[in-house]
């Protein structure tokens, strides 16, 4: 809807009124008027020239009228002759405040541009108050984004954050976690004027992490509505010229109200994107890079609905922009945990791999499953070692702490158990010569261990713990955790291994496993051990069944540590 214009007959009558009841001038009623008004005002001419300020206008920006009579306005805001041209109203800034933009018409005919900016004596306060609503704002951003080390989940909370309240439509995109930081190169805080940048710029694959946009319930308006999850669109490319490509060539915000539909085409980053800006009635866009340690990581595109406002003003801008600003330094975080976590997971599994051959005449079995990058990744390990006269050494640990040097503690166990296994002692004395090897090196992580020596020539197994939960003997109708002398874990140098000896059939498993399977926060471990005895499976199946029968039972649906299980038995012979 246009403003009145100054020749609107209803308004001249009521001005003429006025004046006639006031018993004053009725061109002085209205200089005084537009002199006392609450409201800081100023008037450009059809081209874009100062015709008229008032002294709120004079005290709030501190213009003079005879430095800018008569002469035009320097960098106007790009929005006012859009305003001019098409009689829409828009916000932006000008004389560096927050302004709203009116086009002036005479008889109906544009004469120019009518700028209103906040003025009058509660200008202090109402900027007070704004102060104090941006730091709020600020706070929640930081307490509801960046709650886990999840990068998806980050990506997520910030989109959240931003609907309803600042957008009808929210975007995050974000580089994949193995893009190299060179190729996003430096963020860039100073554009080239010249220089179409973001045409220039390689088109990287960028990664679609959350979606969400506004939708109200059945008769409610747009303005009642919450946040809504949208699939996200997968890998995607911003079209050149989009105010996303723009943002992230120029490492700055990049806004466009009051767009059209064709403009809307053109300025939305990709197909996806498109449609469900079409499918929410965007009209006004903002593109916010989001920038940690001087590079772009990803990009959040905002936008709000046809009538939903006069557009994303600078105060929205600078706003946003320090949301985004803190939500980048808490995703590069996550990320980069992220990458940790994936490294460390390549690295154990790549050294993990599959255990050492066996004797044929023992079968094995095993997993390994790693908590994901929500948790940490940790170091269970399990080895077998063939030794002579048919014998076959398990081993199943767990190095104490998580990450990547976890994984490589976890190597360094099993290559030396491998070294002392050569050796040929028994079980209690592997451990004692293991545990002073581990001491010796003085960064070595402590570990937790249970051997377990196959000799199916006697049908025994000979087992000795060093602080590992004991392992678990399972026939076709119980489950028995076998009880094994535990001595301190590896790497203490305490040494005071003992071992024990039980009988090996043929109709008998044996599973070794870590923690990870049956340990749960808050609990006992009688409990959880008790839920471990309490399991009934066939254990004359393929032991590969035994393991996922064993997983579906125990594993946690949510697993807070790594699992690892080795199961093993004496392979039947043809009769």
């Not at 090196?441 to 049908?459: F, G, M, S, W, Y």
């Not at 071992?499 to 808050?522: I, K």
Request: hydrophobic share 45%; glycine share 8%; proline share 8%.
């Amino acid at each position: 809807m246009r403003p009145e214009s100054a020749g609107d007959s209803s308004t001249d009558s009521l001005l003429t009124a006025a004046s006639a009841a006031l018993r004053v001038d009725r061109d002085a009623l209205a200089d005084a008027l537009l002199g006392q008004l609450p409201v800081a005002v100023a008037v450009l001419d059809a081209d874009l020239r100062w015709r008229y300020l008032n002294p709120p206008f004079q005290q709030v920006t501190g213009v003079s009228p005879t430095a800018v009579l008569g002469r035009a306005a320097a960098d106007p805001d790009p929005a006012v002759p859009r305003v001019l041209a098409d009689g829409r109203p828009r916000s932006g800034t000008f004389a560096g405040r927050a302004a709203d933009f009116r086009r002036l018409e005479v008889a109906d005919a544009p004469t120019g541009v009518l700028v209103v900016l906040p003025g009058g004596a509660d200008t202090h306060r109402a900027e007070l108050e704004r102060t104090r609503a941006r730091f709020a704002l600020l706070e929640a951003g930081s307490e509801r984004i960046g709650t886990t080390l999840d990068p998806d989940t980050t990506c997520a909370e910030l989109a959240a954050f931003a609907v309803p309240d600042f957008a009808a439509l929210a975007l995050v995109d974000v580089l994949p976690l193995d893009t190299p930081d060179a190729a996003a190169g430096p963020a860039t805080t100073r554009p080239d004027p010249g220089a179409d940048r973001d045409r220039d710029r390689p088109r990287l694959r960028w990664r679609r992490a959350a979606v969400a946009r506004e939708q109200a319930p059945p008769g409610a308006a747009p303005s009642s509505a919450g946040p809504a999850s949208a699939p996200a669109a997968g890998t995607v490319r911003h079209r050149p010229g989009s105010v996303t490509a723009r943002a992230l060539a120029e490492g700055s915000p990049v806004v466009a109200n009051l767009v059209s539909a064709d403009e809307l085409a053109a300025l939305l980053p990709d197909e996806a994107a498109l449609s469900a800006g079409r499918g929410a009635g965007v009209d006004c866009l903002l593109a916010v890079p989001l920038t940690a340690r001087g590079r772009p990581i990803g990009v959040l595109t905002l936008a709000r609905a046809h009538g939903s406002s006069l557009g994303f003003t600078s105060e929205d801008t600078e706003l946003l922009a320090a949301i985004a600003g803190r939500a980048a330094l808490t995703l590069d975080h996550a990320r980069r945990y992220a990458r940790s976590q994936n490294t460390a997971l390549e690295l154990q599994r790549a050294l993990l791999a599959e255990p050492g051959s066996p004797h044929p005449n023992l079968e094995l079995a095993s997993r390994y499953l790693p908590s994901g990058i929500t948790s940490v990744v940790g170091g269970d390990w399990y080895e077998t070692v063939r030794l002579p006269f048919g014998r076959t050494l398990l081993a199943m640990g767990d190095v104490m702490g998580h990450g990547v040097e976890a994984a490589v503690d976890m190597s360094n166990y099993r290559s030396t158990l491998r070294y002392v296994a050569a050796m040929d002692l028994p079980p209690h004395r592997i451990l004692r010569q293991l545990d002073a090897l581990i001491a010796e090196q003085e960064n070595a992580r402590p570990a937790t261990c249970v051997l377990a020596l196959a000799d199916p020539a006697r049908a025994r197994w000979t087992l000795a713990s060093a602080g590992h939960l004991p392992p678990a003997l399972l026939t076709s109708h119980t489950t028995e955790l076998v009880e094994v002398p535990t001595g301190p874990p590896l790497g203490t140098g305490v040494g005071g291994y003992e071992q024990t000896v039980t009988e090996l059939r043929a109709d008998h498993a044996l599973l070794l496993y870590t923690d990870g399977l049956v340990e749960r926060r808050g609990e006992d471990i009688d409990v959880s051990l008790a839920r471990l005895s309490a399991l009934r499976l066939p254990a004359d199946g393929p032991l590969d069944s035994l393991l996922d029968g064993t997983l579906a039972a125990l594993a946690p649906e949510d697993a807070e540590d790594d699992i690892a299980l080795l199961a093993a038995r004496v392979r039947h012979r043809p009769s």
